[in-house]
């Protein structure tokens, strides 16, 4: 497998229009691990965020308080963003299970790309976005990096309002 990244993804502005119209994420390879970036972005993405979150690792009952679904398709609704935290060989596997279900996004995490998924998403009508945060992106868009150090290059005293 070529190591070239050929697939150019969405823009800033687009990524925000996704996040915009989100109202439910999966975390698909959800860990009962705090060191997990998993369990991190759950625990911001339920404390810091308007999504309905839900957990998907079939070895795992109960995260946070939630429970853990085994599959995307056993969730109690279809989520708009599949949130993915799994090995580069899963990813082209966990594409079809979310084209299978009727997500609207496919979100690989920061340090995931897989063309082969991108493609099978996309070619289904899902957005794709690879090798970013769904929490960073969240917080840069909503004024939240600032709380973690980093410089948002936003000024404004004003919050945006998630739509």
């Known amino acids: 497998m070529s190591t070239q990244r050929t697939w150019v993804g969405p823009s800033a502005p687009e990524r925000l229009g996704i996040l915009r119209g ?3 994420i999966a975390i698909v390879g959800m860990s009962n691990k705090p060191s997990r970036a998993s369990y991190f972005v759950a625990t911001y993405l339920q404390s810091s965020s308007p999504y309905r979150v839900y957990f998907v690792n079939p070895v795992l009952d109960e995260v946070l308080g939630q429970k853990v679904y085994p599959s995307l398709a056993e ?3 279809v989520p708009d963003l599949v949130d993915v935290f799994r090995k580069d060989a899963d990813l082209p596997g966990v594409a079809r299970e979310a084209v299978a279900v009727g997500a609207k996004t496919l979100w690989l ?6 063309e082969e998924a991108a493609a099978i998403a996309e070619d289904a009508g899902l957005d794709v976005v690879m090798d970013q945060c769904v929490k960073i992106e969240h917080a840069r868009f909503h004024g939240g990096l600032h709380l973690a150090g980093f410089n948002t290059g936003v000024i404004s005293s004003r919050r945006q309002v998630l739509a």
């Open 109 to 114: 995490q920061l340090g995931s790309w897989n």
């Open 22 to 24: 989100t109202r439910s």
């Open 75 to 77: 969730l109690p609704e």
